[in-house]
């Protein structure tokens, strides 16, 4: 798959994926979600998508505003806090306490995350809910949960088992829709709204 660099700023990374070939699990649709236990599944129904590694960040730094520009913020009042794991991929991720909320630019409709343990997905659009999985994942330090969703949405939270402070969650790296830059907005919108030239 080609990856393609959408990084603004020195220490962000990401890339945008279109998906391949699906190989693997999915869950029947509950309320208009499917979740996925594969990447490769997960990123043929998501289409593009961006990545998130938290390897742009260094180990320790509380996660907030520092990936605005790829479309999302985490926005929860637990500290997400990188660090340095051998459960993770690339040996860093987040610790998000009882739950970590990211809030995104725009309303998307796949979001997902290789993670160790159990997570759980809740998601919104603005403070409507929109839908939430069962509990995804198991026992051990590498599992890959996607959500797709039939309604947009652009709030999601994740939590663990107990949903509390003592049973933190953690997660490894993130996926989600890829969300338009502001700049390619406008110039998509300028273009829809243009006049017609008379031949």
């Known amino acids: 798959m080609k990856l393609v660099t959408l990084a603004r700023r020195p220490y962000l990374g990401a890339s945008v994926v279109t998906a391949g070939v699906a190989i693997g699990w999915t869950s029947p649709s509950l309320g208009g979600l499917t979740t996925y236990s594969s990447i490769d599944t997960w990123s043929t129904a998501a289409n593009q998508f961006t990545t998130i590694t938290f390897t742009e960040v260094p180990a320790f730094t509380i996660v907030t ?21 051998g459960g993770f991929l690339d040996g860093a991720g987040v610790n998000g306490l009882a739950m970590i909320e990211g809030t995104f630019g725009s309303p998307i409709k796949a979001v ?21 999985t069962g509990y995804l994942g198991g026992g051990g330090p590498s599992f890959f949960s996607g959500v797709v969703s039939t309604q947009w949405f652009d709030r999601m939270q994740v939590t663990d088992v107990l949903s509390d402070p003592i049973d933190p969650v953690f997660v490894d790296n993130m996926y989600f829709s890829t969300i338009p830059a502001p700049g390619a907005s406008c110039v998509l919108l300028s273009l829809l709204v243009r006049p017609r030239r008379r031949r």
Do not use: C, I, M, W
């Open 65 to 85: 505003d520092q990936y605005l520009s790829l479309g999302v913020e985490f926005t929860d009042d637990d500290l997400n806090v990188t660090g340095l794991s």
């Open 112 to 132: 997902a995350f290789h993670h160790p343990g159990f997570l759980k997905f809740r998601l919104y659009l603005g403070d409507t809910f929109v839908g939430q």
